[in-house]
Structure formats: structure tokens, C-alpha cells
């Protein structure tokens, strides 16, 4: 634990795929994260990738990652319930990472002692407990996610998601996602102190002018 951070640069947006993205999807999807990405800063993209068999994830990898990556973000790989090697399906994939949900810190840990080379280990489905984030980060995560769409589709509470990302960037240091569901919630959110604001697909996926509506925003902020 850091001592509260002084307000630091504006923060840069990352993007969320839809949950169960599969290989149907994938030149669409492709064609419209390049678009997206080219469109503002930014820095990550959280692919949530469908269950499928190790092979098939790792061709789908390779044909999202590079739309992404060419244009200067990061890319993170999630497959809910998937129980296979998501560290190699990831590193044979392409992708600069992994990002899991609701892990406990002896998975993080584990997670985190495999993944090399400066791979990206991410933490999502800290928001409703603040022992469950502050483990989460102990445990070694480079960033955690505050909000997202669950996978049934709902949304968190808005005013939830800017408390706790509020919270975490006043107080510790490593990173934090605050994740806008709708265009209108990106505001608040840059001014929480977190170093990144998500996008959720339907902000992005249709038409990357979506991208460059939240940019604008963020260039107002801090």
C-alpha cells in the first residue's frame, strides 16, 4: 500500500470485446478493433473470448491480435470457465497476457509466477469487495477491473464502480480499469483518479466514433 497518489495524467482508455467472442466473429471483429484502436489512446484491449479447445483459441488469437497490437495496445486474453492453459494459450496466441475473474490470490500467484517476459496479468471481479481487490493486488496483478458488463449482460451500478475506482487510485498503486457500460459514464470515471477508462463493446464495436467521443472527453481531463 502507496500513500495517495497526487492527480497524475490523463488517463487512457482501454477496450472490452463482448463475452463469448468467437471464431465467427473474428474478421468483423478484427477489422473493427483496428478502427477503434486508431481512433484514441488506447492502451489495452481485454479480448473475452468464447470456451473452446486450446488450437482453436490460439488461431483466434492470431487473428484478433495483431488488428490491436499495430496500432499500439496491448492485448489480454479471457476465457470464462475455461480449464485449460490460458498461459499458453495466450503467449502462442500473441497476446501480451491473460485477465481472470474472480481468482482467488493462490491462482493469481500462480498465474503470476508463469507469465513472463513482462506479460500482463490483469484482475477483474474485485468490485464488490474491497479484501478481495486488495488481494487481488498483493497477489501480484498489474491492473484491476471496477465494473464490466457481466456476463448475463447486466450492468453494475455506475456510482458503485466510480466509488471503488475512486477508492483504489487514491490509495494504491497499481493501475485500475473503471469501466464505462454507457458513453455517459466517462466523464465521472476519468475524474476518479484511475489510470484507465473501459469501454464496453457497444461503445466501440459498431463504430469507432464512439472512440473518439470518450477521447475527447479525456483530453478535457486532470
Known amino acids: 500500500m502507496s500513500e495517495p497518489q497526487a492527480a ?32 484514441g489512446d488506447v ?8 470456451t473452446s479447445d486450446e488450437r482453436s483459441l490460439v488461431a483466434l488469437l492470431k487473428k484478433l491480435c495483431p488488428s490491436a497490437q499495430g496500432q499500439g495496445a496491448a492485448v489480454v486474453v479471457a476465457v470464462p470457465d475455461f480449464d485449460g492453459d490460458l498461459v499458453s494459450v495466450a503467449a502462442r ?14 491462482t493469481l500467484r500462480d498465474l503470476r509466477g508463469r507469465l513472463r517476459d513482462g506479460r500482463i496479468l490483469g484482475a477483474g ?12 493486488g498483493e497477489a501480484g496483478a498489474d491492473y484491476l477491473l471496477f465494473g464490466g ?14 466509488e471503488r475506482a475512486t477508492w483504489w ?33 457497444a461503445l466501440w464495436l459498431g463504430d469507432a466514433e464512439g472512440v473518439r467521443t470518450a477521447q475527447a472527453v479525456l483530453d478535457k481531463a486532470r
Open 8 to 39: 497524475g495524467p490523463k488517463p487512457r482508455l482501454a477496450l472490452l470485446s463482448p463475452y463469448g467472442l468467437g471464431a465467427e466473429q473474428a474478421e468483423a471483429t478484427a477489422r473493427a478493433l483496428e478502427a477503434a484502436c486508431a481512433a
Open 43 to 50: 492502451a489495452a484491449v481485454i479480448l473475452r473470448l468464447a
Open 93 to 106: 496466441g500473441g497476446a501480451d497476457g491473460v485477465h481472470v475473474d474472480r481468482a482467488d490470490d493462490e
Open 125 to 136: 471481479g474485485v468490485l464488490g469487495s474491497r479484501d478481495v481487490a486488495m488481494l487481488a
Open 149 to 162: 458488463l457481466f456476463p448475463d449482460g447486466a450492468a453494475p451500478d455506475p456510482q458503485e464502480v466510480r
Open 169 to 201: 487510485a487514491e490509495i494504491f498503486e497499481t493501475p485500475c480499469i473503471a469501466v464505462a457500460a454507457e458513453a455517459g459514464e466517462v466523464e465521472a470515471l476519468a475524474a476518479t483518479g484511475a489510470e484507465f477508462v473501459g469501454l464496453e463493446s
